[in-house]
Nanobody, 116 residues
Framework: QVQLVESGGGLVQPGGSLRLSCAVS????????MGWYRQAPGNQRELLAT???????GYADSVKGRFTISSDNAKNTVSLQMNSLKPEDTAVYYC??????????WGQGTQVTVSS
């Protein structure tokens, strides 16, 4: 059974940084496409960044240059380093795993609030 558990969310001031982590069990990060999404109230879930087992990485334009996705095969985790945070980055952030069959798994989400 695949399970994803996010951590690292919280309240941060504009311009600050947070690091989110996603612990994966029941599968391995290097055999799947891992991604980070977010969803703000009233908005659709938005893809932010992806990383594959061969470390191919992609970013949405809204976070390019500010967010960095990485994976740790030894710990079986995926992280999202978020810098220069803005109030519009406020959302629930979700970790996603997509396997070779196209099946997707989601974590429970972690709240990120950017406010002074």
């Amino acid at each position: 059974q695949v399970q994803l558990v996010e951590s690292g969310g919280g309240l941060v001031q504009p311009g600050g940084s947070l690091r989110l982590s996603c612990a994966v069990s029941g599968s391995t990060v290097n055999r799947n496409v891992m991604g980070w999404y977010r969803q703000a109230p009233g908005n659709q879930r938005e893809l932010l960044a992806t990383i594959t087992g061969t470390f191919t990485i992609g970013y949405a334009d809204s976070v390019k240059g500010r967010f960095t996705i990485s994976s740790d095969n030894a710990k079986n985790t995926v992280s999202l380093q978020m810098n220069s945070l803005k109030p519009e980055d406020t959302a629930v952030y979700y970790c996603n795993l997509e396997n070779s069959s196209g099946r997707r798994y989601w974590g429970q989400g972690t709240q990120v609030t950017v406010s002074s």
